[in-house]
C-alpha cells in the first residue's frame, strides 16, 4: 500500500518520517542520527554520505525562527488570555522551546538530506 503524501513509493521515508525515526534518505534505516541531532558521516546501511547534513546552511536557521516567532506569539497569547504565573510559563515554554528547536533541526537536516539525494539522482 502506498504511503499517503508521498510521491516517492519505493520504500524511501518521508520527511517526517526521516526525521522523527531518523530514517535514511535512500535505504530508510534508522541510521541518520547518532544522537539527538547528531548525523554520523555516513549510513551504516547503504553508505549514503551524511556530510550535506552537517554543513549547516540557512534551513536550520530559519526553521528555529520560525518556531521561536510561533512559540512567542503562543506565549504572547497565552499570558494575555489566562495569566499564568511566572514559574508556569517556565514549565509550559521551556520544553517546548526545546522540543521544537531540536525538531527543525532534525527536520533540517532530514530536508537537506533528501534533497541532496534528489539532486544527485537526476544528474545521474
Ligand atoms: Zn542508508
Known amino acids: 500500500m502506498p504511503k499517503s503524501g508521498s ?3 519505493d520504500g524511501r521515508p518521508s520527511l517526517a518520517e526521516a526525521a522523527l ?23 551504516r546501511n547503504c553508505g549514503l554520505d551524511f556530510a550535506a547534513a552537517q554543513a549547516g546552511g540557512r534551513l536550520p536557521l530559519l526553521l528555529t525562527v520560525i518556531v521561536a516567532v510561533v512559540l512567542i506569539v503562543l506565549a ?9 504565573p511566572l514559574w508556569l ?15 527543525a533541526i532534525r527536520c533540517s537536516r532530514a530536508a537537506t538530506l533528501m534533497r541532496r539525494l534528489a539532486r544527485s539522482e537526476t544528474e545521474a
Request: net charge neutral; charged share 15%; aromatic share 8%.
Open 76 to 84: 504572547l497569547w497565552l499570558d494575555e488570555a489566562v495569566r499564568p
Open 89 to 103: 510559563h517556565a514549565i509550559i515554554w521551556l520544553p517546548l522551546t526545546i522540543g521544537g528547536v531540536l525538531a
Open 21 to 43: 525515526f531518523g530514517c535514511c534518505p535512500r535505504c530508510g534505516e534508522r541510521t541518520l542520527f547518532a544522537g539527538v541531532v547528531a548525523v554520523p558521516d555516513r549510513c
Open 7 to 9: 510521491p516517492v513509493s
